[in-house]
């Protein structure tokens, strides 16, 4: 039987292998703009901050996770809690089989089901391929800051996209921790849809 890819929730353990994705994108490129990757602990503290809260899904092909997918803070006033950012990493082997579109609608999906609004996802420049994917996504692009960071010999513009999940009402519910909707069916509808999807890629 040939391996297949699946999606899931990361737990701690997975901390390791999901760094070794991100650590080419925050060393390498721009698309981070942090100059050096975090060490394991550090990153296992960020995975469990952000997980607490908001779904992180991890994206495996057979045993080995291949791309990852999570929601964060957006800032910190109250009146921001029903908007988050979003981010999708994956390992270059899998590039363009689609695996980034399913994590992010099951992501989203996820993320109206706790109640969230909006979506915001800042892009470095210049990111074409990027850039086309969030629009391909249905983002629009809001703004951009000019020369906001350095990296590389270079000052680089960020631009940002946003994505309404949902039409906007009055007296909004506070949104729900992944924690509390993990038992929804709701939520594994998602999951199962989301791995059925997956499963049938080659």
């Not at 981010?87 to 109206?112: C, D, M, Q, T």
């Not at 074409?128 to 270079?154: A, D, L, P, Q, R």
Request: include cysteine; charge should be neutral.
């Amino acid at each position: 039987m040939r391996d297949k890819f699946t999606i899931r929730l990361i737990n701690e353990a997975d901390a390791g292998e999901v760094l070794e994705i991100y650590k080419p994108y925050a060393e390498d490129t721009i698309i981070s703009f942090e100059y050096e990757a975090p060490n394991l602990n550090e990153f296992l503290q960020r995975i469990k901050t952000v997980s607490s809260e908001y779904p992180w899904l991890v994206c495996l092909f057979g045993k080995m996770i291949v791309g990852y997918a999570y929601a964060s803070k957006h800032r910190e006033r109250t009146a921001y809690q029903w908007s988050i950012d979003a981010a999708v990493y994956l390992s270059p082997s899998i590039h363009g089989k689609g695996i980034a579109r399913i994590l992010y609608e099951s992501l989203f999906s996820i993320l109206r089901l706790q109640g969230y609004y909006n979506v915001y996802a800042g892009i470095s420049l210049p990111n074409e391929k990027s850039v086309g994917f969030h629009k391909s996504m249905g983002f629009e692009e809001i703004g951009i800051y000019n020369k906001t960071g350095y990296k590389h010999g270079n000052w680089h513009n960020t631009a940002w996209f946003q994505l309404h999940l949902a039409e906007h009402s009055e007296n909004p519910p506070i949104p729900k921790k992944i924690s509390e909707i993990v038992e929804f069916a709701e939520f594994r509808a998602i999951i199962n849809s989301a791995n059925q999807r997956a499963g049938s890629i080659i």
